[in-house]
């Protein structure tokens, strides 16, 4: 502090000051004003406790920092029911509702900082019996003996991959952790160097190798690695050969891979495990429904892989895990290390997946009923229908500060999967009336309010105008019903 501060601290509080801190009612006495009584019933006595002093609080800080020269004689202390409304408004504050339902119009349709996939009907059918009820997570009911978790997905990825078993941990970033610390504690993993992939949220594969306890061999060049590279780098020392799928990138030009079977081969020569981290990992071929091929964990298998290790909340559609499928011995390997119970899923999870596998016994309705696969197959044609019914009303709303154009966009399918394959889309393209400076802030003052409806809307911009993808929009009437506050001040 410096003298004058000091010195200036030191002078008396004028008669003005002190007597508005005399105002300031008691915390208790406060406490037993109706409207206290009210906010207590509808937060408990503590939060309310808490509020009221805080608040209070905050109010002598600002009436003691006051110049003490008197000059500000228009400050009052609100009296108690004004104090207790601007207490109901900061509990009501602290009280709301952080994890919100959001309308997606990103065009991304598996986007990680929206939750990915939604879950079919089925599943969310599934998840609520589970929320309400007991439910044999661990209890078999055959024997009435106690039961494995896993035992309620095996029967499942068996029937629809050909893996001998699998097991579930929390996402597939764990699975990989998981299965490196199983098979590879202190010994090498070979890997492609156009395989060192960062998959966003700070997964990177060199980083998850090291804390998995694994030795990284990186082989081959960024662009082109030949399967003598690999053969060149077992040791002893090696535990398993691994694939990762590129995921969000791609790499054209003059390239070389190793075809599975080939580094299956040479694995199995050494009588060595071949892993793929095969990231989104589809059950079903997706070229079917005119999306652009992906390999499926049963054709990846099938090329001789040991285990596919992959998400579930990515082009599988359902809860978010990480699903480990593949040969008998080394899924009771990992099983049976201490860290599967670190990583384990919970009944949620497990009841959500389950739902979603039975959906793919029967391919033909799986762009009906597994919700990612449903919006990923959107045509434009009937999203660019949609479009039409909302550009009116869209544009009724919005009038006075934006005009509204009906647009052909084009989305992606996110998380990584198939980055530079794009959707063919529709949506509305807000720009802005004003022109210059102006026109920024209003596009930002726009977004501002479509975030804090209470539904929050989520678009992008591009060219100086928000772009609205209406292929994820599935709560089309949600989204009608908020557009008065389009333009309002609206709070969640
Ligand atoms: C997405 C992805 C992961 C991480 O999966 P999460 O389910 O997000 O943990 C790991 N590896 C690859 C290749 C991926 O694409």
Redesign the pocket.
Known sequence: MSKAQISKAQIPKSQTSKSLLAQIPQVERLLTHPDAQALIAQHGRSSVTTAVRQHLATLRAELTAMPADGTQTNVTVPDATLLLNQIGLRLAEAARTRLHAVHNLTGTVLH?NLGRSLLPEAAVEAVLQAMRSPVNLEFDLDEGGRGDRDNLIRPWITELTGAEDCTVVN????A?LLTLNSLALRKQVVVSRGEL?E?G?A?RIPDIMQRAGARLVEVGTTNRTHLPDFADAITPATAMLMK??W??YAISGFTAVVPEPELATLAHQHDLPFVV????GTLTDLSVFGLPKEPTVQATLAQGADLVLF????LLGGP?C?LIAGRRDLVARIRKNPLKRCLRVGKLTLAALEAVLRLYRHPEQLAAQVTTLRLLTRTREDIRAQVERLLPVVTAAVISQFRVQAIDLWGQIG??ALPVDLLPSAGLRLSPVAAGRAAGSSLNRLQERLRALPMPVVGYVRDGALHLDLRCLVDEAALVQQLPLWLGTPKH
């Open positions: 990680t996402n597939n970033a764990a990989v992939v998959i949220g997964f990762v799928h995921s969000n981290d095969l990231g989104s998400s579930g909340d990515k978010q990480g998380s990584g």
